[in-house]
């Protein structure tokens, strides 16, 4: 299947989204440990780490049912460097990966994207890598080619994504809310958003994957 989708380059939106590793500040790998999810075994600190099932290429289910990934890749040579054991907790949508780090299930996720909502929750290590928020509009739409042309249009994006607030403070834009990347993105293809705000790495993973 051929996807009718463009990214509009025109209409990246004006930041760079640092995607790093997030950890509870009561979190400490001392000697003495605190949070209800750190044990120590044979001379290891186990953690929980938290992750959303579907995120490529950050965060990917094998077909071993095991989670995979680049930033389960980077946390498993952290671990292994470190001395920690970690264990990976999965969760459906990222509302509730957020979620299980916020209310203690988990004690950190690798890899998330620092906006200053989220630095008043979570502290968060040096980055390693950056990424875009992009655009995205089916390939025969011409009219929108800057953020301005976003007034008034229907714009998909999903809950507990960065792309909410940036939009939201932009205003005059009718955000259409989704739980999955894939919903609003399908939302797009038939036509009933006219645009999809998304990290861009996600996106261009899936679509050169179903095209």
Request: negative net charge; glycine residues 6%; proline residues 5%.
């Amino acid at each position: 299947m051929k996807l009718r989708l463009k990214q509009n380059k025109i209409v990246l939106l004006g930041i760079l989204i640092l995607s790093i590793i997030a950890i509870f500040s009561f979190i400490s790998f001392g000697e003495e440990s605190v949070g209800e999810n750190v044990v120590v075994d044979d001379g290891k600190t186990t953690l929980t780490a938290v992750i959303p099932k579907d995120f490529p290429p950050q965060y990917m289910i094998n077909e071993n049912g095991q989670p995979t990934g680049f930033a389960v890749e980077v946390m498993d040579a952290i671990a292994k460097q470190s001395g920690l054991k970690i264990n990976y907790l999965v969760k459906d949508t990222w509302p509730d990966t957020l979620n299980a780090l916020t209310n203690g299930e988990a004690d950190f996720i690798p890899n998330l994207g620092i906006t200053p909502e989220r630095e008043q929750l979570f502290d968060f290590t040096s980055p390693v890598e950056t990424f875009h928020i992009s655009i995205f509009v089916r390939s025969n739409n011409h009219n929108i080619n800057n953020i301005d042309d976003l007034q008034g249009k229907k714009v998909a994006v999903v809950v507990s994504n960065a792309a909410v607030n940036i939009l939201n403070k932009t205003g005059g834009i009718n955000l259409i809310l989704f739980e999955h990347y894939n919903d609003a993105l399908f939302s797009l293809l038939s036509g009933e958003v006219d645009a999809f705000a998304y990290p861009e790495p996600t996106i261009l993973k899936v679509t050169q994957e179903i095209s």
